[in-house]
């Protein structure tokens, strides 16, 4: 009897530990912001790599346009590749929690459609199909940018 109710007690305190994991998973570090959007709450050093990557997929964004444009069939999977999922390695791990889920969803699917291009690219496909393929994807950052912004959380109390 004894054994059967601890183990009860068990299952009810790991519930609640992955419960608050998964919360911490999904939620992120998010607060509303004065202009509207949802801030995301990270470190300086965690926003200025962020950032760096997202100028980096605006040079990708640019290079495979330019290369699909000019039939460098070559040039789009190499350039496509630079902001594909390998490159989210360089991305911190502390990042981890922080971003909510619905962030890291549009994310991903960002990196994974210049995977798309690079692979479109590598199997023929014409620089007229990449480049509406972009075209789409670029959906993904005008809905990102509309829904978040990245601030300091040392700035905020
Ligand atoms: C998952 C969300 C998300 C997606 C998708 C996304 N961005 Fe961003 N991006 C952000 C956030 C958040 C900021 C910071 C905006 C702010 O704080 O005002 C940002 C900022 C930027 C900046 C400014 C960088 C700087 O140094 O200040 C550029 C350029 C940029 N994004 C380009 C892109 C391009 C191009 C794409 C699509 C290929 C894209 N982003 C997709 C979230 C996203």
Redesign the pocket.
């Given at each position: 009897m004894k054994k059967i109710q601890l183990s009860w007690v068990l299952v009810v305190i790991l519930s609640v530990v992955v419960a608050i994991f998964a919360y911490k998973f999904t939620a992120g570090a998010v607060a509303p912001s004065d202009e509207g959007?949802q801030?995301?709450l990270i470190s300086k050093d965690e926003?200025n790599a962020?950032?760096?990557?997202?100028?980096t997929?605006?040079e990708?964004?640019q290079g495979v346009l330019a290369a699909a444009n000019s039939g460098d069939m070559a040039k789009v999977a190499t350039i496509a590749r630079v902001?594909g999922m390998a490159a989210e390695e360089e991305t911190p791990g502390s990042l981890f929690a922080k971003?909510p889920i619905a962030?890291?969803?549009?994310?991903f699917?960002?990196r994974g459609?210049?995977d798309d291009m690079a692979v479109m690219a590598e199997e023929g496909k014409s620089g007229q199909e990449i480049s509406a393929y972009?075209a789409d994807?670029?959906n993904?950052?005008?809905?990102?940018?509309a829904?978040?912004?990245?601030?300091d959380e040392a700035t905020v109390k």
């Amino acid at each position: 009897m004894k054994k059967i109710q601890l183990s009860w007690v068990l299952v009810v305190i790991l519930s609640v530990v992955v419960a608050i994991f998964a919360y911490k998973f999904t939620a992120g570090a998010v607060a509303p912001s004065d202009e509207g959007r949802q801030a995301v709450l990270i470190s300086k050093d965690e926003r200025n790599a962020l950032l760096l990557e997202m100028r980096t997929w605006l040079e990708s964004a640019q290079g495979v346009l330019a290369a699909a444009n000019s039939g460098d069939m070559a040039k789009v999977a190499t350039i496509a590749r630079v902001s594909g999922m390998a490159a989210e390695e360089e991305t911190p791990g502390s990042l981890f929690a922080k971003i909510p889920i619905a962030m890291k969803t549009l994310g991903f699917a960002t990196r994974g459609r210049f995977d798309d291009m690079a692979v479109m690219a590598e199997e023929g496909k014409s620089g007229q199909e990449i480049s509406a393929y972009l075209a789409d994807t670029m959906n993904n950052c005008i809905a990102c940018h509309a829904m978040y912004t990245f601030v300091d959380e040392a700035t905020v109390k």
